[in-house]
T-cell receptor
Framework: DAEITQSPRHKITETGRQVTLACHQTWNHNNMFWYRQDLGHGLRLIHY???????NKGEVSDGYSVSRSNTEDLPLTLESAASSQTSVYFCASSESVGGNIQYFGAGTRLSVL | AQSVTQPDIHITVSEGASLELRCNYSYGATPYLFWYVQSPGQGLQLLLK??????LVQGIKGFEAEFKRSQSSFNLRKPSVHWSDAAEYFCAVGGWNTGNQFYFGTGTSLTVIP
């Protein structure tokens, strides 16, 4: 069965370190998204990609970057982790049709100390 | 601007009672509307979606939702809640105006008491 997997599931890091969260999907979807989930804010879009070599900034992109070198993967990098980036991160993917269903990974819980 | 409002942060219902979770949206064109459920420590699972046609849509786990354009609402309902329905529920809006992006509400946490 097709799926979307995130790794690691849990990560603890220190302020100032670079951190990369992995997202891999086997749906062959063109669209991929990264969200962060914080209490009282729901899900907020960080970055998204509509295909290989395409990346776009979302609502809360400062301090984050992504790159898309193939269809399956969209890693999220925190260039210099800050305590404000402690959160739960979700990756999602969808087909190319506008407004189509997004399928979510299980999430990565990141703590920045 | 696109936005989604879920006015109820937390709801508590008794097992077997009916449930309605509210969702209001702001969107500049015909919206696509979704309800997702998140169990503790899990990702989001799609409950149901509305794209067009019949305004009452059926989803998984016995849930349904009704799209009311005049009220800009897409409320989620279930006639009889089960203890396993305790979770966080998110409403989302997307569509051609926003490409493939979704806008999520802040979620409603559901507690089910015996």
């Amino acid at each position: 069965d097709a799926e979307i997997t995130q790794s690691p599931r849990h990560k603890i890091t220190e302020t100032g370190r670079q951190v990369t969260l992995a997202c891999h999907q086997t749906w062959n979807h063109n669209n991929m998204f990264w969200y962060r989930q914080d209490l009282g804010h729901g899900l907020r879009l960080i970055h998204y990609s509509y295909g290989v070599h395409d990346t776009n900034k979302g609502e809360v992109s400062d301090g984050y970057s992504v790159s898309r070198s193939n269809t399956e993967d969209l890693p999220l990098t925190l260039e210099s982790a800050a305590s404000s980036q402690t959160s739960v991160y979700f990756c999602a993917s969808s087909e190319s049709v506008g407004g189509n269903i997004q399928y979510f990974g299980a999430g990565t819980r990141l703590s920045v100390l | 601007a696109q936005s989604v409002t879920q006015p109820d942060i937390h709801i508590t219902v008794s097992e077997g009672a009916s449930l309605e979770l509210r969702c209001n949206y702001s969107y500049g064109a015909t919206p696509y509307l979704f309800w997702y459920v998140q169990s503790p420590g899990q990702g989001l699972q799609l409950l149901l979606k509305y794209f067009s046609g019949d305004t009452l849509v059926q989803g998984i786990k016995g849930f349904e939702a009704e799209f009311k354009r005049s009220q800009s609402s897409f409320n989620l309902r279930k006639p009889s809640v089960h203890w396993s329905d305790a979770a966080e529920y998110f409403c989302a809006v997307g569509g051609w105006n926003t490409g493939n992006q979704f806008y999520f509400g802040t979620g409603t946490s559901l507690t089910v008491i015996p």
